[in-house]
């Protein structure tokens, strides 16, 4: 197979090795950057351009779009317009989903990014909860933080798109986080919430959002920001019979069990991270998620995600905001 992989910043990147990493070498990186050209050239040997035309477009097997979140729309439609299947990172705005939606006349598999669902610990998370054995869920806590200055360590925060409100490194974590939280718990018939800036680093965005997930017989509570100092993910799920607790750096999940009055420890596989990225933020998820997108390619409904599970999720991260005055 052969595949283009639009946009090559540190996502662009990043799903280069995933595709190198599965076995494929037949990649072409486009990025209109002079630099983040020769350096995807010089690390992983492919082939770069500056510009795409329809010979060009019309040549490959699959698109990996992995430009800034406001730049997904032509890409996708280019696309659509080859009938090229194509896996497109996270997305936090709505209406550019849905005109990608509407665009989208001759049902072009699109898998929009859903990483968070191929982390181990997620994955055993929601074995455990969908297996039921333990009950239903009943409540739920959860802290999402990481410092956004450390994303990028080698660039300023005013350097990139995170900086932008629309786009905010905040704003965007929430439907990350959400796209795996309606899987792994479902879908919450009401959301509302806060979201402030906390903190000063820059650019002029929202940092901060906390909200409340309304299930029937069931509430979350959910804290993401871009203002923690030390990266986090915290979580505590209490189910009838039985209590999961999860801490990232902690490397496992623990499971109480009513019925035997005991902890049950799950430990999570090693994971290897790439260098320059804090060390909870493995490689494989990533890989699993490019695997998953190949093999949607023949089997569209075997890829966990879709464009209207996105739409819903973005439609959740706007209640949010208008619950606290609008955006």
């Known amino acids: 197979m052969k595949f283009l992989v639009i946009g090559l910043g540190s996502m662009g990147k990043r799903r280069v090795r995933c595709l190198q990493a599965l076995g494929y070498s037949d990649i072409v990186g486009f990025d209109f950057r002079e630099d983040r050209r020769n350096e995807a050239h010089e690390k992983y040997g492919i082939e770069t351009t500056d510009s795409l035309n329809s010979v060009l477009l019309a040549g490959f097997d699959a698109f990996i779009i992995s430009t800034p979140p406001d730049q997904h729309t032509p890409y996708a439609k280019n ?83 995170v900086s932008n409100r629309v786009t905010g490194g905040g704003r965007e974590i929430v439907p990350f986080e959400l796209s795996w939280i309606v899987d792994t718990i479902g879908w919450p018939i009401e959301a509302k919430g806060l979201f402030e800036k906390t903190i000063d680093f820059g650019p002029n965005i929202e940092d901060s959002y906390a909200f409340v997930l309304k299930y029937k017989g069931m509430v979350g509570s959910i804290v993401v920001d871009v203002a923690a100092r030390y990266a986090t993910r915290s979580l505590i799920i209490n189910l009838e019979l039985g209590q999961i607790q999860w801490r990232w750096d902690e490397a496992c999940f623990n499971l109480y069990e009513v019925e035997s009055n005991r902890w049950i420890k799950y430990n999570q596989p090693e994971v290897s991270a790439a260098t320059g990225y804090n060390k909870n933020i493995g490689e494989g998820m990533y890989i699993e998620e490019v695997k998953s997108f190949i093999n949607g390619i023949k089997s569209p409904s075997s890829y966990p995600n879709s464009i209207d599970d996105d739409i819903k999720v973005l439609e959740i991260l706007n209640k949010i905001e208008q619950s606290d005055g609008g955006f």
């Open 79 to 161: 696309a659509i317009d080859y009938g090229k299947p194509a896996f497109i990172e996270a997305s936090v705005i709505l209406e550019d989903v849905k005109e990608i939606r509407s665009y989208n006349r001759n049902k072009t598999f699109l898998a929009p990014s859903c990483t968070l669902r191929f982390h181990p610990m997620i994955k055993d998370i929601t074995s455990i909860i969908k297996g039921g054995k333990y009950g239903k869920v009943t409540n739920f806590s959860y802290h999402s933080g990481q410092y956004l200055p450390d994303w990028h360590p080698w660039e300023n925060v005013n350097d990139f798109y």
